[in-house]
């Protein structure tokens, strides 16, 4: 049974900086693409970031410059080093995996950016 963990969230001041990472086990594929999400209050989930298993690398325009998403080489394993962070990138975070035999999600971890 695959799981997805999230962790590294928690509150920063504008301008501050977290890592994310995420970690998907119980399968032995290596992932298509890991991509992170984010969904602020009351607004609809959208993407962040994502990789591939080439690490091939895209980002919301929003995020260009400020995020950086990398994987472990021969595990499912993410990170994304978020620097520069601003309020309206408050959100619960979620990691999605897409492996072989489908497309897991784990349960999110909160970031929160005060002014």
């Known amino acids: 049974q695959v799981q997805v963990v999230e962790s590294g969230g928690g509150s920063v001041q504008l301008g501050g900086s977290l890592r994310l990472s995420c970690a998907a086990s119980?399968?032995?594929?290596?992932?298509?693409?890991m991509r992170w999400f984010r969904q602020p209050l009351g607004k609809e989930r959208e993407l962040v970031a994502s990789?591939?298993?080439?690490?091939?690398?895209d980002y919301a325009d929003s995020v260009k410059g400020r995020f950086t998403i990398f994987r472990d080489s021969g595990v499912n394993t993410m990170y994304m080093q978020m620097n520069n962070l601003k309020p309206e990138d408050t959100a619960v975070y979620f990691c999605?995996?897409?492996?072989?035999?489908?497309?897991?999600w784990g349960q999110g971890t909160q970031v929160t950016v005060s002014s």
């Open positions: 119980g399968s032995a594929a290596t992932a298509y693409f």
């Open positions: 990789i591939g298993s080439a690490r091939t690398t």
């Open positions: 999605n995996v897409i492996l072989p035999n489908g497309n897991y």
